[in-house]
């Protein structure tokens, strides 16, 4: 490969998308590529096939392929044979290794500039080095993208016995062969015929949240208190938090309270509505949690679980447009199975071990695919910088 380097806007022009017509989404099957890559269709397009259409405003940096023809809309640079003489598909991976995902090169409003793009280096290969780079990554790429693939899969089967172990386990109980009798709840079938249906707010004599202080008042977050936010909620123990509150916030505001070691949580509104989590430790909260403890009829783990197989049931009252919030009288009123409390304990011993176990294997997977990820990038990079010879590798 030549050593020759050469700067990006000597090999190609980055053309701006177009806005797209209102009311022509959907009209067609022309793919429509944003930032973050197809998100409709439409009957017009705006590129040759293929084209490489690059994020340059919100998910900036993101390179997307479009093998067909396309519309490229104002969020986004497109660039297709009439833009430029080189080997589109090799200029496609090339731009992949320029790290214009990074950084904001826009000073008002993040995005990507062009003129930035425009003096980035690359290494410039002829037109035949070029196409056994392109060929050697689309199927050195497509292999490793097969086993990223298998292992989501596998992570998607393990997530949904998760989710059908802990659901027979709270609403079934362990033993498949016990008489059952109607719920009488319409969003859940028989359940063992000595279980109760209890209210939350009649299972545990403590249900309360907290709030906020003021975060412009330093002397409110210099303490040792952990305060705990939704987005520490990831169905876990939280024996530690991001922000600890002080005594004088404790005193300035009645809302907050410390709360137990064992206290189940419950996400109210946000971005985590529904999540849950247990507390290792004892902690205050802020106000879109909702905490419960002191239970009479409960054992914490149990109902940890419980929640967290009915989270659609219960997040499905909440209310509001764009940002659904429940509250704590909802929260109160939500009803949950009720074995009896030894039969609670030995279920929740089973599931914390069989959860922990997939846990731990999903982890492991997750640890691989980030793997094969790394791999992916360093293989395009030394590809398309020359360090490996692709052009002697055979098929």
């Known amino acids: 490969m ?36 197809q998100y409709t269709t439409t009957a017009m397009s705006n590129t040759e096939a293929p084209a490489i259409i690059i994020g340059r405003k919100g ?23 009439r833009f430029t003489n080189a080997n589109l598909r090799w200029l496609y991976w090339v731009i992949q290794t320029l790290g214009i995902d990074e950084g ?98 009649y299972g545990f004599r403590t249900i309360g949240s907290g709030t906020t202080p003021p975060t412009n008042r330093n002397e409110f977050y210099e303490g040792n208190i952990p305060w705990v936010t939704t987005s520490e909620l990831r169905e876990n123990l939280i024996n530690s938090t991001e922000k600890q509150i002080s005594g004088e916030a404790l005193k300035e505001f009645t809302t907050l309270k410390i709360y137990p070691k064992g206290s189940v949580l419950f996400a109210m509104y946000g971005a985590t509505i529904g999540r849950v989590a247990i507390l290792d430790v004892a902690a205050t909260v802020n106000q879109a949690v909702c905490v419960l403890t002191d239970a009479d009829f409960f054992n914490e783990w149990y109902a940890f679980y419980a929640l967290r197989m009915m989270r659609d049931i219960l997040v499905s009252k909440a209310i509001g447009g764009g940002q659904p919030n429940l509250n704590t009288e909802k929260v109160f009123e939500h009803k949950l199975p009720c074995p009896p409390i030894d039969e609670q304990l030995v279920i929740s011993a089973f599931l914390r071990k069989e959860i922990t176990r997939s846990e731990a294997l999903s982890t492991e997977i997750v640890k691989s695919v980030n793997t094969l990820k790394e791999r992916r990038c360093a293989l395009i990079t030394a590809a398309v910088t020359g360090r490996i010879p692709v052009e002697d590798m055979a098929t």
């Open 2 to 37: 030549s050593n020759e380097t050469v700067r990006l806007k000597f090999l190609c022009h980055l053309v701006y998308g177009d806005a797209l017509p209102k009311g022509k989404d959907m009209a067609g099957n022309v793919p429509v590529f944003g930032s973050n890559g």
């Open 59 to 81: 998910s900036y940096g993101k390179v997307n392929w479009a093998p067909v023809e396309a519309f490229a809309s104002d969020t986004t640079f497109f660039i297709d044979d």
């Open 104 to 201: 904001s090169q826009e000073a008002a409003v993040p995005g990507l500039s062009r003129g930035w793009v425009y003096e980035q280096k690359i290494i410039l290969p002829d037109s035949e080095g070029q196409s056994h780079i392109a060929d050697y990554l689309d199927r050195e790429t497509t292999r490793i993208d097969e086993l990223i693939a298998e292992k989501e899969r596998m992570l998607a089967l393990l997530e949904e016995r998760r989710v059908a172990l802990i659901s027979q386990a709270v609403t079934r109980g362990l033993n498949p062969d016990i008489p059952l009798k109607p719920s009488g709840l319409d969003w859940l079938e028989d359940i063992p015929e000595y279980w109760s249906i209890i209210r939350i707010k």
